[in-house]
């Protein structure tokens, strides 16, 4: 059974680095089947896209975050990483990691980590 | 940048039956690509539960079913139960930045 963890300081000072890594177990993240994800929610608030990656480390952003996100993988270690500079209050949010499944027109979700809530204060 | 519009909120008695809606702003990504809808119970990570408009992953109970006509989708839920209660998502893929977009989500009341 394929399973997400994501792991990362839960606090973070105001302009500093947000840095999160997502651990798959259950499956490789070498599979050319799938690219996987990062998705955060403010609370109270709705889903956000911020990016995927595929296995050979090609990437995809939101444009509206494109300039301070940076998604990476570790094929050896089967965990991929999201870093996210100058982070504001109004990056306090849960983030999920998800794997990226393609359908036949269209990619969706098919499992997701727990999320792990970062918040953003000095 | 496309939009996937939704209803804030929703509600039902148990036993009745409930729909969602989900617009796209864009003509042409709205009917080209699917509609997935995700349930999120409080507290807790979405999960999918209709992929590719109809679709229905294992484990996924019949009362829960997707459709989608043009730049529009649908989520029906019949025989509402008390545990339906969450937010409901849906998702398309948006080719100009070759990712994937949220509508703002549907909370779902039981009466």
């Known amino acids: 059974q394929l399973q997400l963890q994501e792991s990362g300081p839960g606090l973070v000072k105001p302009s500093e680095t947000l840095s999160l890594t997502c651990t798959v177990s259950?499956?490789?993240?070498?599979?050319?089947?799938?690219?996987w994800g990062w998705i955060r929610q403010p609370p109270g608030m709705g889903l956000e896209w911020i990016g995927t990656i595929y296995y050979s480390g090609s990437t995809y952003y939101n444009p509206s975050l494109k300039s301070r996100v940076t998604i990476s993988v570790d094929t050896s270690e089967n965990h991929f990483s999201l870093k996210l500079t100058s982070v504001t209050a109004a990056d306090t949010a849960v983030y999920y990691c998800?794997?990226?499944?393609?359908?036949?027109?269209?990619?969706?979700?098919?499992?997701w980590g727990q999320g792990t809530l970062v918040t953003v204060s000095s | 940048q496309s939009v996937l519009t939704q209803p804030p909120s929703v509600s039902g008695a148990p036993g009745q039956r409930v729909t969602i809606s989900c617009t796209a702003s864009?003509?042409?990504?709205?009917?080209?690509?699917?509609i997935h809808w995700y349930q999120q119970l409080p507290g807790t990570a979405p999960k999918l539960l209709i992929y590719?408009?109809?679709n229905r992953p294992s484990g996924v109970p019949g009362r829960f079913s997707g459709s989608k006509s043009g730049t529009s989708a649908s989520l029906a839920i019949s025989g509402l139960q008390a545990e339906d209660e969450a937010d409901y998502y849906c998702?398309?893929?948006?080719?100009?930045?070759?990712?994937?977009?949220f509508g703002g989500g549907t909370k779902l009341t039981v009466l």
């Open positions: 259950g499956d490789s993240i070498n599979s050319r089947s799938y690219y």
């Open positions: 998800a794997r990226r499944i393609s359908g036949s027109y269209g990619y969706y979700f098919d499992y």
């Open positions: 590719a408009n109809s």
């Open positions: 864009n003509s042409n990504i709205g009917a080209y690509y699917d």
């Open positions: 998702q398309s893929y948006d080719s100009s930045v070759s990712g994937s977009m």
